[in-house]
């Protein structure tokens, strides 16, 4: 079955720098590839996401590159705020049903 | 109807009984989907409907699992005979077609805790 990597497991940044997940997946079928933020105690909520006839997304500060070739795909958020701090997911489907996810990236993003 | 709503937030069991969840999804979505979330990990897909029909069920963890959505609206996922390793969050999340062509969302959970 399809199998998702996600890297750094936690990365600490500043406020105002950059952030940089990366997740790689296994399924070459996979199509669709969404982001989801989840806050301690609640729901995972969609961020952005990605099909794969487009190599880049971008939605203000939230930006979404992949790379179909290499099969890997990555979030760039910029300008981070505190606000950010959050466990961010990746995820890809080639079912049209399911979502496999990654592991998760817990970003601290200190004032 | 602003989203997925679960019921309970919260179910304390002791180890062998049974326990039901109940998940309402957004009221035009036809998809229902299942999850489960385990401490430090990402929700592992269970199985989803579309309207009543169950399409999707052999990630279901074990026999002791089911789930139904009866009239195509709420979905139960009831566990059988609970054992402490299914202490986890389960997530219900709907869509409005496949994934690919409008995403899903989710529900808040209900977190689960096996004594």
């Known amino acids: 079955g399809e199998n998702v990597e996600q890297h750094p497991s936690t990365l600490s940044v500043q406020e105002g720098d950059s952030a940089v997940i990366k997740c790689t997946y296994s399924?070459?079928?996979?199509?669709?590839f969404p982001w989801y933020k989840q806050e301690l105690g609640k729901r995972p909520q969609l961020i952005i996401d990605i099909r794969s006839n487009v190599g880049e997304k971008k939605d203000q500060r939230i930006a979404v590159t992949l790379n179909k070739t290499a099969k890997h795909f990555s979030l760039h958020i910029t300008e981070t705020q505190p606000e950010d701090s959050a466990v961010y997911f990746c995820?890809?489907?080639?079912?049209?049903?399911?979502?496999?996810f990654g592991k998760g990236t817990s970003l601290l993003v200190t004032p | 109807d602003t989203g997925v709503s679960q019921n309970p937030r919260h179910k304390i069991t002791k180890r062998g009984q049974n326990v039901t969840f109940r998940c309402d999804p957004i009221?035009?979505?036809?998809?229902l989907y299942w999850y489960r979330q385990t401490l430090g990990q990402g929700p592992e897909f269970l199985t989803y409907f579309q309207n009543e029909a169950q399409l999707e069920k052999s990630r279901l963890l074990s026999d002791r699992f089911s789930a139904e959505r009866p009239k195509g609206s709420f979905s139960t996922l009831e566990i059988q005979r609970t054992e402490q390793g299914d202490s986890a969050m389960y997530l219900c999340?709907?869509?409005?077609?496949?994934?690919?062509?409008?995403?899903?969302?989710f529900g808040s959970g209900t977190r689960l805790t096996v004594v």
């Open positions: 009221s035009e979505h036809n998809r």
């Open positions: 399924d070459s079928a996979s199509n669709y």
């Open positions: 999340a709907s869509s409005l077609g496949s994934v690919p062509e409008r995403g899903y969302t």
């Open positions: 995820a890809a489907s080639s079912s049209g049903y399911a979502l496999n």
